[in-house]
């Protein structure tokens, strides 16, 4: 089946730091990954996405770069701001399958950036 | 604001009580998704509707009954609600390109207690 692993948290930076936050996934198919963020009180929000193999998906000063041969999707930001803390989530999406219009959620990553 | 709106944001329930959570789109979505976010676990997909007229199960229906109304509601009803059911509860959408593509757009959630 598909799944998503990401880095366990919480990750506290100070503000300007640079951000990593791992994720890497199994899949059958063919799939398309995302960041989604979600910040206190609020639904999640698509930050970046890629759809095949060594696109770069980018946003807001995140990137994250879709790695076949590693199975990886790390999202990076090189100077962080208090306002980025959230919950970052990583997901997948594979076409085709029996689960086509469904996405695969990894456990999310707390981040706080302290000023 | 086009997006997708749930009711009520807050609502607190007795053990074996019922209750009905609602979601619309106003984006003419087709598909459209029910989950569920508890701490340390991500989100878990409770059903889905890939297009009126139809719904499948997502990994944890167990306990939950969904209704298509239309193309923009989609409606998650707990029939006797149980202390496990306590959780946040979003629903989502995802248009014509397909969420391998698009990802969703979420609603702010729900935020249920069983007591």
């Known amino acids: 089946g598909n799944s998503v692993t990401q880095m366990e948290g919480p990750v506290t930076l100070s503000e300007e730091a640079f951000l990593t936050i791992n994720c890497t996934y199994t899949?059958?198919?063919?799939?398309?990954l995302f960041w989604y963020v979600q910040y206190p009180g609020e639904g999640l929000q698509l930050l970046l996405k890629?759809?095949?193999?060594?696109d770069k998906g980018s946003n807001k000063g995140f990137e994250a770069t879709y790695r076949k041969e590693t199975t990886s999707f790390h999202l990076e930001k090189g100077s962080v701001q208090v306002s980025d803390s959230a919950v970052y989530f990583c997901?997948?999406?594979?076409?085709?399958?029996?689960?086509?219009?469904?996405?695969?959620f990894g456990s999310g990553t707390q981040l706080t950036v302290l000023p | 604001n086009a997006g997708v709106t749930q009711t009520p944001k807050f609502q607190v329930l007795k053990t074996g009580q019922s209750m009905t959570l609602q979601c619309a789109q106003d984006?003419?979505?087709?598909?459209m998704y029910w989950y569920r976010q508890d701490p340390g676990m991500g989100l878990r997909l409770i059903y889905y509707?890939?297009?009126?007229?139809?719904?499948d199960k997502g990994e944890v229906p167990n306990g939950y009954n969904v209704s298509r109304l239309n193309k923009r509601e989609f409606s998650l009803r707990l029939e006797s609600a149980a202390p496990s059911q306590t959780s946040v509860y979003f629903c989502?959408?995802?248009?014509?390109?397909?969420?391998?593509?698009?990802?969703?757009?979420f609603g702010s959630g729900t935020r249920l207690t069983v007591v």
């Open positions: 989502a959408s995802s248009g014509q390109g397909g969420v391998t593509n698009y990802g969703y757009t």
């Open positions: 899949a059958t198919g063919y799939p398309s």
């Open positions: 890629a759809t095949k193999a060594d």
């Open positions: 997901a997948l999406s594979v076409y085709p399958s029996g689960s086509a219009r469904q996405l695969t």
């Open positions: 984006m003419n979505h087709n598909s």
């Open positions: 509707s890939a297009s009126e007229g139809t719904t």
